[in-house]
């Protein structure tokens, strides 16, 4: 088995979708005109959408199970530059390095209340 995507509820749909944008560098495209608002979101490297953001009333939690947090591998080498984006951007976010491997990751807080980890392996 493969991970296709994640699905994401939430009753601020643009908010949500701004955050996933900025801080992981996704886009917006294609989706199939549902009856129901949202947005699917691409990696810049091309593929499949690889988030899909649900509109709804409901506050999240109300009607699906929990969700600890996502995790992304990124490039070791835009660690400095994505953490400092991150610190711009204002959302709340926590620095680790893991101990004897030395990947550093940045857990940053989205406005859907889930976190997303970005992880980034030693730069070369």
């Known amino acids: 088995m493969q991970l296709d995507h994640f699905s994401v509820r939430t009753p601020d749909l643009d908010a949500v979708r701004d955050f996933f944008v900025d801080v992981l560098e996704l886009h917006v495209g294609d989706r199939p005109p549902f009856k129901f608002p ?27 199970g929990a969700v600890d947090h996502m995790a992304f591998k990124g490039e070791g080498a835009r660690y400095d530059e994505i953490s400092a984006k991150i610190e711009r951007l204002d959302y709340p976010s926590e620095r680790r390095t893991v101990p004897g491997a030395g990947l550093r990751q940045i857990f940053v807080t989205g406005p859907h209340g889930v976190v997303v980890e970005l992880n980034f392996p030693p730069a070369a």
């Open 38 to 64: 949202g947005y699917w979101l691409y990696d810049a490297g091309g593929g499949p959408a690889i988030v899909h953001l649900i509109g709804t009333d409901k506050a999240p939690g109300d009607d699906t």
